[in-house]
């Protein structure tokens, strides 16, 4: 069965609301003029407010994994020791592109699934005094497990190493302190929770940062930070940028900004605690305990089998989930709720899935408790802070 609207409920790219489609289809511009500088320099600027920063953020024309290329590019020498957190295919991403520039990567894996010890980072920075750069991933959006960046940081405070992180499935839906948290680099991109078609990749740098990519002889080109930083004095940037992105950014930095920032945290939470209460009503086994669950996608390991089956079933009447990646292939399947997602996507969803298992309302009805129980904290007053899940 065909349906015009689809449900597009993977982690990314996201559905972009129908105002940024809008702004992102204006027509063309000199990426030199006027106009586009100011757009440009006005998204850079409101985006350190998500980022919760006062450092440098420079865009890329690229996937998130661009970002993540540049920061190994501009910062990491050859033969120079990293240490790069594994729980999932996107921490393993880390460990290959460091690998692709020669970097000495020592891994500390955690099981998919769980979140990292920040003690076991304190006590390996404690025995490996060379680490020049620790890598994390805040949302690994693989095993739907969001890891402690404050804990982290706190790890690194007697280290000298540089901290890197991928915030691409988080920042913009989770709280992403920055500054405070000591981070010196942050990845992220605009399809996911920035709510706006895949197409540029956004990197902020600390003056730590910034310093050691004086010290870096690393070859690169296309992503010397060194050249964009250059360029953003004169407010331009170094090559032809996604300039359509641009536009859809800026719609997509007016609706987050109109919502607020701690109220869209706030859905993000309720979006995940109503999946979560849902599938347990379905009995259906969730991946990641209550202490490392993401707001942006919830992992699901069935008791049947053949998800792929499953998948294209569900998919067929209108809803797409994602299915597992890496060594999670054919074992789980995964929900994204991050960006333009609402609490009646959450029950749209639930209730495909159980149509799907031969079920009646039980997931919609614990989703909606949820839903309720939510609403009546606002109104009372309350800022949501998630239930025990």
């Given at each position: 069965?065909?349906?015009?609207?689809?449900q597009?409920?993977?982690?990314?790219?996201?559905?972009?609301?129908?105002?940024?489609v809008?702004?992102?289809?204006r027509?063309?511009?000199n990426?030199?003029?006027?106009v586009?500088?100011?757009?440009?320099?006005?998204?850079?600027?409101?985006?350190?407010?998500?980022?919760?920063?006062q450092?440098?953020?420079?865009?890329?024309?690229?996937?998130?994994?661009?970002?993540?290329?540049?920061?190994?590019?501009?910062?990491?020498?050859?033969?120079?020791?990293?240490?790069?957190l594994?729980?999932?295919?996107?921490?393993?991403?880390?460990a290959?592109?460091?690998?692709?520039?020669?970097?000495?990567?020592?891994i500390?894996?955690?099981?998919?699934?769980?979140?990292?010890?920040?003690?076991?980072?304190?006590?390996?920075?404690?025995?490996?005094p060379?680490?020049?750069?620790?890598?994390?991933?805040?949302?690994?959006?693989?095993?739907?497990?969001?890891?402690?960046?404050?804990?982290?940081?706190a790890?690194?405070?007697?280290?000298?190493a540089?901290?890197?992180?991928?915030?691409v499935?988080?920042?913009?839906?989770?709280?992403?302190?920055?500054?405070?948290?000591?981070?010196?680099v942050?990845?992220?991109?605009?399809?996911?929770?920035?709510?706006?078609?895949?197409?540029?990749a956004?990197?902020?740098?600390?003056?730590?940062?910034?310093?050691?990519?004086?010290?870096?002889?690393s070859p690169?080109f296309?992503?010397?930070?060194?050249?964009?930083?250059?360029?953003l004095?004169?407010?331009?940037?170094p090559?032809t940028p996604?300039?359509?992105?641009?536009?859809a950014?800026e719609?997509?930095?007016?609706?987050?900004?109109?919502?607020g920032?701690?109220?869209?945290?706030?859905?993000?939470?309720?979006?995940?605690?109503m999946?979560?209460a849902?599938?347990?009503?379905?009995?259906?086994p969730?991946?990641v305990?209550?202490?490392?669950?993401?707001?942006?996608?919830?992992?699901?390991?069935?008791k049947?089998?053949?998800?792929?089956?499953?998948?294209?079933?569900?998919?067929?009447?209108?809803?797409?989930?994602?299915?597992?990646?890496?060594?999670?292939?054919?074992?789980?399947?995964?929900?994204?709720?991050?960006?333009?997602?609402?609490?009646?996507?959450m029950?749209t969803?639930l209730?495909?899935?159980?149509?799907r298992?031969?079920?009646?309302?039980?997931?919609?009805?614990?989703?909606e408790?949820?839903?309720?129980?939510?609403?009546?904290?606002?109104?009372?007053?309350?800022?949501?802070?998630?239930?025990?899940?």
């Amino acid at each position: 069965m065909a349906f015009d609207r689809q449900q597009l409920r993977i982690p990314g790219p996201t559905p972009v609301p129908p105002q940024v489609v809008s702004a992102g289809a204006r027509p063309m511009v000199n990426h030199r003029g006027p106009v586009f500088k100011s757009t440009m320099m006005n998204v850079l600027e409101r985006l350190k407010k998500l980022f919760k920063t006062q450092n440098t953020i420079l865009a890329l024309t690229g996937s998130g994994t661009s970002a993540m290329e540049a920061s190994v590019a501009n910062l990491i020498n050859v033969n120079d020791e990293v240490l790069v957190l594994v729980g999932g295919t996107f921490g393993d991403r880390w460990a290959k592109i460091c690998s692709a520039y020669q970097a000495q990567v020592h891994i500390l894996e955690y099981p998919w699934g769980e979140g990292v010890e920040p003690q076991q980072v304190a006590d390996f920075l404690r025995r490996n005094p060379r680490i020049t750069a620790v890598f994390a991933t805040h949302n690994e959006s693989s095993t739907g497990v969001l890891n402690d960046l404050q804990g982290i940081g706190a790890a690194l405070a007697d280290s000298d190493a540089l901290y890197i992180v991928d915030a691409v499935s988080s920042l913009g839906g989770v709280d992403v302190r920055t500054d405070q948290w000591g981070i010196d680099v942050v990845c992220t991109a605009s399809q996911k929770c920035l709510m706006s078609p895949p197409g540029l990749a956004f990197i902020s740098l600390s003056e730590r940062a910034k310093q050691r990519m004086a010290q870096v002889s690393s070859p690169r080109f296309y992503f010397d930070l060194r050249i964009y930083m250059e360029w953003l004095a004169k407010e331009e940037p170094p090559f032809t940028p996604n300039v359509a992105c641009f536009f859809a950014m800026e719609k997509a930095l007016d609706l987050i900004e109109s919502e607020g920032l701690e109220q869209v945290f706030a859905r993000h939470m309720i979006l995940r605690d109503m999946v979560r209460a849902g599938l347990r009503a379905l009995d259906l086994p969730l991946l990641v305990a209550d202490k490392w669950a993401s707001p942006t996608v919830t992992a699901v390991k069935p008791k049947f089998d053949n998800i792929g089956r499953f998948l294209a079933e569900l998919r067929d009447t209108g809803v797409e989930l994602a299915g597992g990646q890496g060594r999670l292939s054919g074992e789980i399947f995964r929900i994204g709720h991050m960006g333009n997602a609402s609490p009646l996507d959450m029950l749209t969803t639930l209730a495909a899935i159980e149509a799907r298992l031969g079920s009646h309302g039980q997931a919609v009805a614990a989703a909606e408790q949820v839903w309720s129980r939510a609403q009546q904290e606002q109104r009372g007053g309350q800022g949501y802070e998630g239930d025990s899940v």
